[in-house]
């Protein structure tokens, strides 16, 4: 592709980029295709000359578009928001454009030091406490390909500090004990098995009726580990658990953490950006006692994915845990002690310029805006969960503090209102709305979780109208 | 940002892009920022309104642009090539608009089969064996976000087929041995370590003066560890390593593998893509024996970082050491079990729409494009090696089949080469040169890597020039 048809078909992207963005509501929200129907469509052998750009657009047109789910589209009630906003599609096309590499510092400075900055300014935008401020003695952050990633980078530091660092040497997790309640998301369990910390020392700690975590319970868990010579290294502590928005008692864990020097780590992954809204505020509580904490500018921000914020109180642990430094790595910034090295951040040795967006959404989006997405949500969640309990027909299975409702159709039999509610939830979905279903300890739920930027009253009027016509079919 | 807003500013950002590009040899290959430079050129706080596109631009003008090192610089000679390509830009830009998630088939069909169609191309383009295609028996390919996280990801498949899954439950990895030469990149002592194998448990194979693997010695130490009740799982055979471009023995390893069952993993992260190239199908001699292989089109083919491709023939050990299932994530698609869900393929949860890039750069770009690329860059190094061969100054330390030279200032001592190669590297690097360093045993290096697709006969002539007037002052 030359210069000139790059800027020909890329004008030509913009504007089919706007066009599906505001056109998105008019699409079915989630594909009709079968499971094969993208892959027979399409050739199943690479071209042997080069094409032009019109004809993958056609292709983009005939089997892409019909085979996506639209994560964008008003009616998006499932799974959680993944929101993107022009600025940050932007930033992440001049990110795709300079094509550097910010791995080290010395391979592209200013990838690392806005990066830095962006951190920092999401501290202050958050109201997040200054021991995860890149000033600060101890702490600092990174930007995570994911709450996953940045959930095994907490597991990972946490690790290294409750062995003193000779896992690195002996790999012996053996006597390693991992806390949390059942509604933590999937990648706790996930990261602690990659760090070789077996399902058998992960223990779940039992919740309350709001699905929050007893702190005496883990203490007496805690207790008993030690009793048995195991060494409690890790608590996760849920602010808004996916499945029921729960957020654990992150200050009495606070507690029972430092009393036994055990790493405390705090999942915003979905809730925490409600820290933009002052009002919101207190689902920061407890954090400033975590030595780790992450939340995703790629859900409820604007920000698309991947951009997850992870900030650590004990950047020594994580260098320990992650820094290797090649002889081809080397360079005398870096020895100098002056820069950070992300690399040693993460996971993976590569990184884009993933700040870049950050930076373009929060300037020319602004925050006001995000505040308002965030406030309208909230707003729309709390009317719909008042609609909803004043229906008789419905019970609200989990709390509702936020953005999300979990409802289960009412009887006084938990297996018939199980049967009811997966009735319910086979028939919710329709072209213009898409639910997820979960699993509440015994009872089955419906979630609504109201997060697309798109999405305004007329969608969650619409939402609720339908639901309350299937459950009217149903009972 | 309104819509028209986007086109507008989207218009400009593709010719911005544009003019970048094709006027980045004119800049300077490296930043000539110190550390702390961009940041202090940066407000401290966000803004508290929504600023104009033009604002931000003018900051990226100011700060950003001098702020980066140019990795698709014609000059770039250093660590290893990040090609981008017009319609890869295109394809990332796209992932962007349409801001869907491919965790799971159901969550965006398209997403998924479009990039089991393209692993299934690549391994066609590529030459590589059948047994990864995804219509084999247990075998198939996913894109990962690096080299990295596909390492990673063979190593955890590893340690859940040689622990029969026990793994998951106890963590206990304490009787796990890995092997690999000192050539190894790094991300195999991370990944290791992550994965709970301690560096006590990783094996230096010896090398031989190539830096190939010796297979006598791995069997050596196989057989030693077995007799000491240890249990070898994992194989690592560069196919080209970052630091002297070696290439292990593989068909001789994976007898050995095959013997004691062994995990063979094969990184070809840089040097595989050469496999475009028929004659140079020799970089993939043994792989249809290996477990698991990777290679990054982010490298040397032109679609932007992150694009790793890796296959494995065991799929089982791969889902089962990562899948796992909360309730919130399941869907009929995936019980029936005619889908494939890539979360359970990888470390993250969410993923981008990643293979869109690697569509439009086969297709737009063509791969008669790409051979071309890597025909004159194995060319130009050809050549270059035997100006190299022919000044008597200068001895090459490593093998140089394809696009990666390592020398060093000639003298019959050690030290002394190692000091006046030190003083070559320090005065290699001008404003349209870049290098880097590495240790080979005991030796001292100037790597010198021809891989970015702007890159001719000329930078690679006056590249030579300026290295022998250096080493004309030097000695």
Redesign the interface.
């Known amino acids: 592709?030359?210069?000139d048809?790059?800027?020909r078909?890329?004008?030509e992207?913009?504007?089919?980029?706007?066009d599906?963005?505001?056109g998105v509501a008019e699409r079915p929200v989630q594909?009709a295709?079968e499971?094969?129907?993208?892959?027979a469509a399409?050739p199943?052998?690479?071209?042997?000359?080069?094409?032009?750009?019109d004809?993958?657009m056609a292709d983009?047109e005939r089997?892409?578009v019909?085979?996506?789910?639209?994560?964008?589209h008003p009616g998006w009630f499932a799974?959680f928001p993944?929101?993107?906003?022009?600025?940050?599609?932007?930033g992440?096309?001049?990110?795709?454009?300079?094509?550097?590499?910010g791995m080290s510092?010395?391979?592209?400075?200013?990838?690392t030091?806005?990066e830095?900055?962006m951190l920092?300014?999401m501290l202050?935008?958050l109201g997040l406490p200054d021991r995860f401020h890149s000033t600060s003695a101890t702490g600092g952050g990174v930007i995570q390909?994911?709450?996953?990633?940045a959930t095994?980078v907490a597991i990972?530091s946490a690790r290294h500090r409750a062995t003193n660092g000779d896992?690195?040497?002996?790999?012996?997790?053996?006597t390693?004990v991992a806390y949390s309640t059942s509604q933590a998301?999937?990648?706790i369990?996930?990261g602690?098995?990659?760090?070789?910390?077996?399902?058998?020392?992960l223990r779940i700690v039992p919740h309350d009726e709001t699905f929050s975590m007893q702190p005496d319970a883990l203490r007496t868990m805690v207790e008993a580990d030690i009793e048995a010579g195991l060494t409690p290294f890790f608590v996760n502590a849920n602010h808004g658990s996916?499945?029921s928005m729960a957020f654990d008692p992150t200050p009495a864990l606070a507690d029972i953490c430092a009393d036994h020097d055990i790493w405390l780590h705090v999942d915003g992954a979905m809730s925490g950006i409600a820290g933009l809204v002052p009002e919101f505020r207190w689902v920061n509580d407890g954090i400033e006692r975590a030595d780790s904490y992450c939340t995703n500018p790629?859900k409820w921000m604007g920000v698309?994915?991947?951009c997850t914020t992870y900030w650590t109180a004990d950047r020594a642990a994580l260098l320990g845990?992650?820094s290797?430094?090649?002889?081809?790595?080397?360079s005398s910034?870096a020895e100098?002690g002056?820069?950070i090295d992300y690399r040693d951040w993460q996971?993976?040795?590569?990184r884009?310029f993933r700040a870049?967006k950050l930076?373009?959404a929060?300037?020319?989006?602004?925050?006001?805006?995000f505040q308002a997405t965030i406030r309208d949500h909230v707003a729309m969640t709390q009317h719909l969960a008042e609609q909803i309990s004043s229906d008789s027909r419905f019970d609200i299975v989990a709390p509702h503090p936020l953005n999300l409702v979990c409802l289960a159709v009412h009887s006084d039999s938990t297996d018939r209102a199980n049967e009811l509610t997966e009735a319910l939830i086979q028939h919710a979905d329709t072209a213009d709305f898409h639910f997820?279903?979960?699993?509440l300890d015994t009872r089955v739920a419906l979630?609504i979780s109201i997060g697309a930027r798109s999405t305004t009253q007329v969608q969650v009027d619409a939402a609720w109208e339908h639901l309350r016509d299937v459950v009217g079919r149903l009972v």
């Open positions: 592709m030359t210069p048809e790059f800027r078909h890329g004008h992207l913009i504007d089919w980029i706007a599906h963005v505001e594909s295709f499971p094969g129907d993208v892959r399409l199943e052998h690479p071209p042997t000359a080069p094409e032009s750009f004809a993958v983009v089997v892409i019909p085979g996506i789910t639209n994560w964008q799974y993944a929101n993107t906003s022009y600025p940050s599609i932007l992440e096309l001049m990110s795709a454009g300079l094509g550097v590499q510092w010395i391979t592209s400075p200013a990838c030091e806005l830095t900055l920092d300014w202050e935008l390909g994911s709450a996953s990633e095994l990972l896992v690195n040497r002996t790999g012996d997790t053996t390693l998301h999937s990648s369990e996930k602690l098995r990659i760090a070789g910390i077996g399902t058998d020392r996916t499945s790629h698309n994915f991947d845990a992650l290797i430094l090649p002889e081809y790595l080397r910034a100098s002056a820069v996971v993976p040795l590569g884009r870049l930076w373009f929060i300037r020319c989006e602004g925050v006001d805006s997820t279903r979960t699993l979630r």
